[in-house]
């Protein structure tokens, strides 16, 4: 019989492949492979989340006010301006549905994240990747390269695996660069890891062509509830709404999240900590021989000689007990990419990469 055919792109699309969270036959696993927060989420978030398990019958509110209300009021933004989706992905996704199609191209950089390929392709759109320079996101190439066909380009900031930051003022010059009927996407997910600093939030007040996502999934600790968020210009969030869901978030996420971001207290408490132990393990890493660049985020790019020398000391710390990522699929054989995690944590990867470089395996 012949198959049904799906639209095209669809079939070109790679599985997304997550961060391994078991080693078979290793009991007291540390799992630094998908740059969760290792301190787990405000505990008034969870309380919310009990909390809503006594009204599970009811459906969840369309229009997430109480939730856009609660990140408005803590981010300084706009509650109109907002829409909150299924994770950060869902709003990556929406955005590719609502402004790419087939012919039009969606560009993201290098060594940037994979769901804008597969979201891009998933629409019927045609993905282009930019290079970058030593890691780093390079304006002047997206620039030189977006053209008339270009309908999206995104960026993560600070950037996931490479952990490195541009400046606001770039992101200016691209907005005031790009081709008019393009839309500038900033990919915030480890924002909140950067102090004083909103990843172009308030930027998007004075652009019609810029827009951010954020995450509940990092810095607050609920990739397992699946929330994240878009801000930016109105027409664009009231577009990104007519293709939702109306009950894409469920109550008991909306409740916890809610209660997440109000917690300022404990945000930023994670936040130092993680600051405090990134420094400690770029540090201990380098003694050892592994360099990385000054990461912004809650996790750190090694640097190792070559890929089967990356490879190896992954395979090392996996009898070790200990989960790191692999990002050759991201274009950087020669580098894993670690999570910080609690104190513990960043003193056994520590020791076991020492142990690795010296030999002792
Ligand atoms: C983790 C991550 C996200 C967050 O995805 P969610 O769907 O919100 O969990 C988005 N972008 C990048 C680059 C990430 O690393």
């Not at 919310?48 to 933004?77: G, N, Q, V």
Request: include cysteine; glycine fraction near 10%; charged fraction near 20%.
């Amino acid at each position: 019989m012949a198959k049904i055919v799906p639209q095209p792109g669809i079939s070109e699309i790679a599985l997304y492949q997550g961060g391994a969270s078991q080693i078979e036959g290793v009991q007291n696993v540390v799992k630094l492979s998908s740059n969760e927060n290792p301190f787990g989420p405000s505990p008034k978030a969870i309380d919310a989340l009990r909390k809503a398990a006594h009204t599970l019958h009811r459906y969840p509110s369309t229009d997430h006010l109480p939730l856009r209300r609660a990140i408005a009021e803590t981010f300084d933004l706009w509650s109109d301006n907002i829409i909150c989706g299924v994770g950060s992905d869902e709003i990556i996704s929406l955005l590719c549905y609502g402004y790419a199609g087939s012919g039009d191209e969606v560009l993201y950089t290098e060594h940037g994240f994979s769901m804008y390929k597969i979201s891009a392709l998933a629409a019927g759109a045609t993905p282009v990747v930019v290079a970058e320079k030593n890691r780093v996101v390079d304006v002047n190439a997206i620039l030189e390269r977006a053209g008339t066909k270009t309908k999206l380009v995104f960026l993560t900031n600070p950037g996931n695996p490479t952990g490195t930051m541009i400046p606001e003022s770039d992101i200016r010059r691209l907005a005031d660069g790009l081709p008019p009927q393009c839309l500038l996407v900033v990919d915030g997910a480890y924002i909140d890891y950067v102090e004083g600093c909103d990843g172009g939030a308030k930027l998007t007040h004075a652009y019609d062509n810029l827009f951010v996502t954020r995450t509940f999934s990092k810095l607050y600790g609920l990739g397992g509830l699946r929330v994240g968020w878009g801000y930016g210009p109105k027409y664009i969030v009231d577009t990104l709404n007519r293709l939702r869901g109306p009950f894409n978030l469920s109550g008991p996420a909306l409740a916890a999240a809610e209660a997440a971001v109000l917690d300022r207290e404990y945000a930023e408490k994670c936040r130092l900590d993680n600051a405090r132990l990134r420094t400690w393990l770029a540090g201990a890493l380098a003694e050892h021989g592994v360099s990385s660049d000054t990461s912004m985020t809650n996790f750190i790019l090694a640097r190792f000689g070559s890929q089967p020398e990356a490879e190896a000391c992954d395979d090392y710390l996996k009898t070790q007990g200990i989960l790191v990522r692999r990002v050759a699929g991201y274009g950087l054989p020669q580098c894993l990419r670690i999570t910080i995690g609690d104190e513990a944590s960043c003193r056994r990867v520590a020791h076991a990469v020492g142990q690795f470089k010296a030999g002792k395996r």
